[in-house]
């Protein structure tokens, strides 16, 4: 097992202290729709965020928001996709309310200002994405969906009474009261440069969690650079519980740039193969005919998985995705941010295939939670990305990820509105360690890309474990070292997981056990207490 290194993040001592019935760690859609509906609440938010309000991953997301209505299809029909995409580890009570709210929710969305396609009826448009058995994603600018839902969320918030936002501020860790709870945070400003200006405290009654996801912990990623999986890392050295983190779903249609890329790339939507965008290899043969009765349109666990066996067997590191014969009106209409990129790229969708491989995209597990974003910790909750619902189960079903963070964001402000957080005296901090040097970052990096990536093996998941172990510490402080640590902590954690998990179930691909066992219909959840790492398998 991999020890987390400290109890709490090494800053300066606080110079500065502010009170607020909330604060909100995160600005992509799900923080921003929670500080949104609890306006009026009477309740007084800071919401923090390390970089700029739109610097998260809602702004990249692609695809849409899957909402089940009309004749057609049925809450009922959204749920059984989800659990089939789940794999066996969804919690159906969870998925019930996703699919069962999510009108609502998209109800609120759109009432606040966020404009969706429309078909020539005058009704949204919707399409159909892998794993779904039912056009059901509605859409905005084509491809342009989070984009919007985030433009959306900021007008609606900017001179919201009550609410305080604190750009590039970033949450150090969680502080206690007398009985253990969460009273609030310490929060350190940065300058321009990430470095350290001052370190403060937040008391605050209640403490929310919206960080997104933790992509950056891989070489390869869809993700942003600020998604470095810092609310899952608080949350765990807080005592809160974290699960299902083996659980890294890879999209199988990523932009591959060339050899030797790192970082954020483009995603290619999986609507752009519910248009009927085929994968082929060099030779023109269909990767997925024949490899699942949806081919094309399988769930992402099954196409990432096949796309790999098939790159290892022909020594290839990338396939290529074929949209020529959607046609150029239909690319342009449907996906302009794709094709843009692309062309910027130097590949024209129009009349090349596109090359495509597996990256790390979103995190199915994350801190455990309820609907309403509780966690195991008083005064401490997470939603969005950043929480473990159950909802995704061992593998997320497309479009279902900004619904969960509408879904929880409301239901949470429903919680906190009606039953208004009060803040306690802080009595507790835990006491400041040692930092992961962050020079070491890409390669941790590279290594979960290699050995903990979309096919696990036992001699890969052991040199990531030694790697992780003998990580080099540093007294150093700012963000550089503090994202480093918290990848640290978020790759111990996964390549923990998925070296106890000794089958292959969803978006967790072992080589040595390819396929799924009754005996493994359980979670692995890790919490910490005083400063140790504990792992335990929970039906």
């Known amino acids: 097992m991999i020890e987390p290194l400290a109890a709490a993040l090494a800053a300066p001592e606080p110079t500065w202290e502010r ?6 760690v995160g600005s992509g859609v ?20 390390k970089a700029r309000v739109r610097a998260g991953s809602t702004t990249w997301a692609q695809g849409g928001v899957a ?31 996703l699919v069962t709210e999510g009108l609502s929710a998209v109800d609120g969305i759109l009432a606040a200002g966020a404009h969706f396609d429309h078909n020539g009826a005058g009704e949204l448009s919707r399409t159909r994405e892998g794993g779904h058995s039912r056009a059901r994603i509605i859409h905005a600018g084509g491809d342009a969906t ?22 590039h501020a970033f949450a150090l860790d969680a502080v206690f009261d007398a009985d253990g709870a969460v009273a609030g945070l310490r929060v350190a400003q940065l300058d321009a440069a990430g470095r350290c200006k001052d370190v403060g405290v937040i008391n605050a009654g209640a403490v929310v969690l919206a960080t997104g996801g933790m992509g950056q912990a891989y070489a390869s990623t869809t993700n942003p650079n600020v998604s470095t999986g810092d609310g899952v890392a608080l949350a765990l050295r807080a005592g809160a519980e974290v699960s299902d983190v ?19 790339q483009l995603l290619i939507s999986e609507a ?15 990767v997925m005919a024949g490899a699942h009765p949806l081919a094309d349109l399988a769930p992402r666990d099954v196409v990432a998985a096949n796309m790999a066996a098939w790159m290892a067997r022909i020594e290839v590191d990338h396939l290529l995705l074929d949209a020529r014969h959607i046609g150029e009106s239909t690319l342009l209409r449907r996906f302009p941010t794709i094709v843009a990129g692309c062309r910027e790229a130097g590949i024209d969708p129009v009349i090349q295939p596109i090359p495509v491989a597996p990256a790390a995209h979103y995190a199915c597990g994350g801190v455990v939670a309820d609907m309403s974003g509780r966690t195991s910790v008083p005064g401490l909750y997470a939603i969005g990305e950043t929480a473990c619902t159950g909802v995704h189960g061992a593998n997320r079903l497309g479009s279902n990820s900004l619904l969960e963070g509408l879904v929880m964001a409301q239901q949470l402000a429903t919680v906190l509105s009606h039953n208004p957080p009060k803040r306690q005296a802080i009595v507790r901090t835990n006491i400041p360690g040692s930092s992961i040097d ?23 998941l052991r040199d990531m474990t030694r790697l992780l172990q003998k990580a080099s510490v540093t007294g150093e402080s700012g963000l550089a070292a503090w994202e480093a640590t918290n990848l640290h902590a978020i790759s111990s954690l996964i390549t923990a997981a998925a ?41």
């Open 19 to 24: 009170e607020s019935d909330v604060v909100i």
């Open 30 to 49: 799900a923080g921003l729709c929670l500080a949104h509906s609890l306006a009026g609440s009477g309740l007084s938010v800071i919401l923090v965020t």
């Open 67 to 97: 909402t089940a209505s009309g004749s057609e299809d049925s809450p009922e029909e959204h749920l059984h996709d989800t659990l089939v995409a789940g794999a066996g580890l969804c919690n159906e009570d969870a998925v019930r309310i």
């Open 146 to 167: 989070g984009l919007e839902i985030q433009r959306a969320l900021e007008a609606v918030t900017k001179g919201v009474k009550g609410l305080t936002v604190l750009e």
């Open 246 to 264: 083996e659980f890294v779903q890879f999209h199988p249609t990523v932009f591959y740039p060339g050899p030797g890329s790192r970082g954020r």
């Open 272 to 286: 752009v193969r519910g248009e009927g965008a085929v994968l082929v290899d060099a030779a023109g043969d269909r």
């Open 438 to 460: 962050p020079g070491s970052r890409l390669e941790f990096a590279m290594g979960m890309a290699r050995d903990v990536g979309v096919l696990r093996t036992p001699a890969g």
């Open 499 to 539: 070296t106890m998990r000794e089958e292959s179930r969803g978006a967790h691909r072992r080589s040595d056990v390819t396929e799924p066992r009754a005996e493994w219909l359980r979670h692995i959840v890790f919490s910490t207490r005083e400063g140790n790492l504990r792992a335990e398998v929970r039906p």
